[in-house]
């Protein structure tokens, strides 16, 4: 079913009821989701004659779709105040289980930070990555070399950039850090390792001090949270992508961070997807309102 888009001038709720006027559409869910990468990979898994994918738009820029973690709860939160019924949002965990936020009624959330890390997470679509990228013998020596997995290599290499998000969020929410992991000085391209003195100095020069006592209070308190509920994983394609070009892992320049990210979505197993608290979770919401399907 073609995705839903509806004018954010119109009633959300008076919309969906319409939509679900037609005969065809009468038991047909709703789902919400935070942008074009979750569109990609739900398209294919959910119930194609029984489930849509809902975006609002925004006329007045030029049929802008809004979207993002913000809109889905903003529309969820619509909802969940109307009397439209078999609608669902899916959302990034982001920070939210490391702050104890609540959550909306009728939305399900990621194991992990994100989508992207839910899927690098899994060994089997790690291992087919690996395989469609890299080079077969540099991999081999590299994890001789560090000892170590490149899965945990990778964690090691994003985790830096996390924590400092984690920091920005709590102490200076306006700080601009998002490319800090495409600076050469930092993430050396030649060897893919990870200068944490430079990292240090420029985020310092740009006004977060992270040897400062709230700075290292905020980092303890997260020593011992799973890597992956932490690390973005938007960060971690693109540090993979480094890997994958510069001769390290290959010297595979069509490892681009799209291509990347569209292989590993269509890499993972529907079996293992379902064993994932995501997908039980909406096969839970599925049970609780019988009239309405989203996965196959």
Request: proline share 3%.
């Amino acid at each position: 079913m073609t995705p839903l888009t509806i004018s954010n001038t119109q009633g959300l709720d008076a919309a969906l009821i319409m939509f679900r006027a037609s005969p065809e559409n009468k038991n047909c869910s709703f789902l919400f989701i935070e942008g074009e990468s979750d569109e990609k990979f739900w398209h294919s898994r959910i119930e194609e004659k029984k489930c849509c994918i809902v975006f609002l738009v925004s006329f007045s820029e030029n049929n802008k779709r809004q979207t993002g973690k913000t809109a889905v709860i903003k529309n969820i939160r619509t909802l969940n105040n109307s009397k439209v019924n078999g609608f669902l949002g899916i959302i990034d965990n982001d920070f939210d289980a490391l702050m104890c936020l609540p959550r909306e009624n009728n939305t399900c959330v990621a194991d992990t930070h994100d989508l992207e890390t839910l899927l690098l997470r899994s060994p089997t679509v790690f291992k087919k990555m690996l395989a469609e990228f890299g080079d077969n013998q540099l991999i081999a020596n590299f994890e001789k070399k560090e000892q170590k997995s490149i899965q945990d290599y990778l964690i090691e290499l994003a985790l830096p950039f996390a924590q400092l998000e984690w920091l920005k969020q709590q102490l200076k929410p306006g700080l601009e850090l998002n490319d800090l992991h495409k600076n050469n000085t930092i993430l050396i391209p030649d060897t893919w390792c990870l200068s944490q003195a430079n990292l240090n100095a420029i985020v310092n020069a740009r006004g977060m001090d992270i040897n400062s006592e709230p700075s290292q209070h905020l980092l303890k308190t997260i020593n011992n949270i799973d890597p992956w509920l932490l690390c973005n994983g938007h960060k971690m394609i693109d540090i993979l992508s480094m890997g994958f070009q510069n001769g390290i892992l290959g010297n595979n320049k069509k490892a681009i961070t799209e291509t990347i990210a569209s292989y590993i979505r269509g890499s993972i197993d529907k079996v293992e997807l379902y064993q994932t608290e995501l997908c039980q979770s909406m096969f839970i919401w599925q049970n609780n309102n019988s009239l309405y399907q989203v996965l196959i």
